[in-house]
């Protein structure tokens, strides 16, 4: 199975702050990559996939880049709303799997 | 507007089998291509993906869970359903059901249902 290594574990930003957080493969899984959205007792909402592109009704400052093994989720300016944890997730196979997630909290 | 709602037990004995159903509204499950997935989440961790089911029958599964899972449709019913056998404490879990985006088996899950604690004790 393919592992999927989220950095950091957990993020204190304030509102505004461009935050980054990176996602790494255990082995090329080209751009078949997701990011998701959770917020505690709540589905997990999926925001970009196939690396980079935008789900519908997903806020512009919200982007991903990357491919191969190394993947970057970005928001531009954080607001009060994006304060949750993120996960990614491969799709190269079957096999699907997740990082361990990142928590981003209010410094 | 295509919803996914899980339902099934809350409380599991050890050894003894996990069903759940997830039932699809908005929608039919067997209109189009697309494959239909169940996701678990233990309590304070991460996701984990159990596996994979289209309105044909096509499963994929988890290879660690793969003796103990079994997941099947019915598109007379528009669900689609999941048994885990000889269950212990680790299953205990909220257990999502998801629809995987673009009908590849291999996809991100774009419609998730709003999940089901299931507790194993």
């Known amino acids: 199975d393919i592992q999927m290594t989220q950095s950091p574990s957990i993020l204190s930003a304030s509102v505004g702050d461009r935050v980054t957080i990176t996602c790494r493969a255990s082995q090329s899984i080209s751009n078949w990559l997701a990011w998701y959205q959770q917020k505690p007792g709540k589905a997990p909402k999926l925001l970009i996939y196939k690396t980079s592109n935008l789900e519908g009704g997903v806020p512009s400052r919200f982007s991903g880049s990357g491919s191969g093994t190394e993947f970057t989720l970005t928001i531009s300016s954080l607001q009060p709303d994006d304060f949750a944890t993120y996960y990614c997730q491969q799709y190269n196979d079957y096999f699907l799997t997740f990082g361990g997630g990142t928590k981003v909290e209010i410094k | 507007q295509l919803q996914l709602q899980e339902s099934g037990p809350g409380l599991v004995k050890p050894s003894e089998t996990l069903s759940l159903t997830c039932t699809v509204s908005g929608g039919s499950i067997s209109s189009s291509s697309y494959y239909w997935g169940w996701i678990r989440q233990p309590p304070g961790k991460g996701l984990g993906w159990i596996g994979t089911?289209?309105?044909?029958?096509?499963?994929s599964y988890n290879p660690p869970l793969n003796s103990r899972v079994t997941i099947s449709v019915d598109t007379s019913k528009n669900q689609f359903s999941l048994k885990l056998t000889s269950v212990t404490a680790a299953d205990t879990a909220v257990y999502y059901c998801?629809?995987?985006?673009?009908?590849?088996?291999?996809?991100?899950?774009?419609?998730w249902g709003q999940g089901t604690m299931v507790t194993v004790s």
């Open positions: 998801g629809r995987l985006k673009d009908g590849r088996r291999e996809d991100a899950f774009d419609i």
């Open positions: 089911i289209n309105y044909r029958g096509t499963t």
